[in-house]
């Protein structure tokens, strides 16, 4: 990768990379993104999520390729002196550096951020845990249904049925999240050091960023009280809040406001509706949202989606009918910003990937610097680039 094809926002920010599976990982792909030197160091066996299945060859899973382009793979066995030196010698030129290991193991290969900070001043050290290390749970280990469980997200069937069971999003949520966030904190931390000259350390907890991302709105009554104990935003949690189902499949309609609302009664010959409380006034229509969600949904099975559509395109209230992922890459939005990408991988023959979703007018993320390296593809070059 050279600077005159790396035009991206983050050329010159070299990370290194002591992460697995999907949360740290995800991280640096979306900084590699950006454009900065992601060597990700990995033991003689390999990142985990390299043998989750599907895959066209050993060690090289769908789900490993889409969380780890635009980096670098060393092989170094840090249980060994030999790897911890190497290391080292990576950190001298290094700005970043993330970890997933556990900070007691970290300290007992003196690679925890207060011995690191005294050879490496410049160096952002980066935590990627399960909890916050000041906590109780500090030592305990953290996977995704972790997190889900003991964050409340697992319990929020629960909340809009007592009688349901607690259940787990069918998606990695608080891995990914966990990824965002980390990127965000590291960005900020990059910032900081430019402006002030001064490192830091940053600690990144799974537990803390999902239950924060969930009580933004589940927080509710509770923000109010001496004892907090009324959570849950009632209008996430009426079993009325669903895709409805049409003559023919099923879609999601949302009018908002006051005036969506009046739109929505009249698009539909409901004028009888546009002078009601639970249309003139949001407070009403909070409390009885349920049975507002009920009228829609009755009143959904008269048309098709597709009417459905145009009628709500008419009316200027949102709408979009219920995509099943294998639709996506159909999409016609989604095909008109080119959002799936199929490029050739030099082991693994052609692949689809998907871009960068945000936009830089000036230094755009890109997707195709590098294609998830094989395992110790790039050991050599990084430990021995005079060839010596």
Excluded at 72 to 88: A, I, P, T
Excluded at 166 to 190: C, E, F, N, R, W
């Amino acid at each position: 990768m050279t600077s005159t094809e790396n035009t991206a926002i983050l050329n010159g920010i070299r990370i290194i990379d002591l992460t697995s599976v999907v949360f740290g990982p995800l991280a640096t792909q979306m900084l590699g993104d950006l454009g900065a030197d992601v060597i990700k160091v990995e033991d003689p066996e390999g990142d985990l999520l390299r043998q989750v299945q599907p895959s066209n060859n050993n060690l090289m899973g769908a789900a490993f390729l889409n969380t780890n382009r635009n980096k670098r793979s060393v092989v170094l066995d840090l249980k060994e002196r030999s790897g911890q030196d190497h290391l080292r010698k990576l950190l001298k030129d290094a700005d970043v550096m993330i970890s997933s290991i556990r900070p007691a193991a970290l300290a007992r290969l003196s690679l925890d951020p207060e011995t690191l900070r005294r050879t490496y001043p410049d160096l952002i050290t980066v935590s990627a845990t399960g909890f916050g290390q000041d906590g109780p749970y500090a030592s305990k280990p953290a996977f995704d249904d972790i997190i889900q469980s003991v964050s409340g997200f697992a319990s929020l069937a629960a909340l809009r049925d007592p009688d349901a069971p607690p259940s787990y999003a069918p998606t990695i949520l608080a891995d990914k999240l966990g990824g965002v966030t980390a990127a965000y904190a590291i960005m900020s931390a990059l910032f900081h050091r430019q402006r002030t000259g001064e490192a830091q350390h940053v600690e990144v907890p799974m537990f803390e960023t999902l239950t924060a991302f969930l009580l933004a709105e589940h927080m509710d009554g509770a923000t109010f009280e001496d004892t907090p104990q009324d959570f849950g935003y009632a209008r996430m949690l009426v079993p009325h809040r669903r895709p409805v189902q049409t003559s023919n499949g099923f879609i999601t309609i949302l009018p908002y406001t006051n005036v969506q609302w009046a739109r929505f009664f009249r698009a539909v010959g409901r004028d009888d509706m546009v002078e009601h409380p639970w249309v003139t006034e949001m407070d009403t229509r909070s409390r009885n949202i349920g049975a507002v969600y009920d009228m829609v949904a009755q009143l959904a099975l008269t048309r098709t989606t597709e009417e459905w559509i145009d009628l709500m395109e008419d009316a200027d209230i949102p709408a979009m009918p219920v995509r099943n992922l294998s639709d996506l890459p159909a999409d016609p939005h989604l095909a008109a910003t080119g959002f799936f990408q199929k490029f050739e991988h030099p082991s693994e023959g052609p692949i689809w990937t998907t871009k960068p979703p945000v936009r830089f007018s000036r230094t755009p993320a890109r997707y195709d610097f590098r294609p998830a390296p094989r395992l110790g593809e790039h050991t050599r070059e990084i430990l021995d680039p005079d060839g010596d």
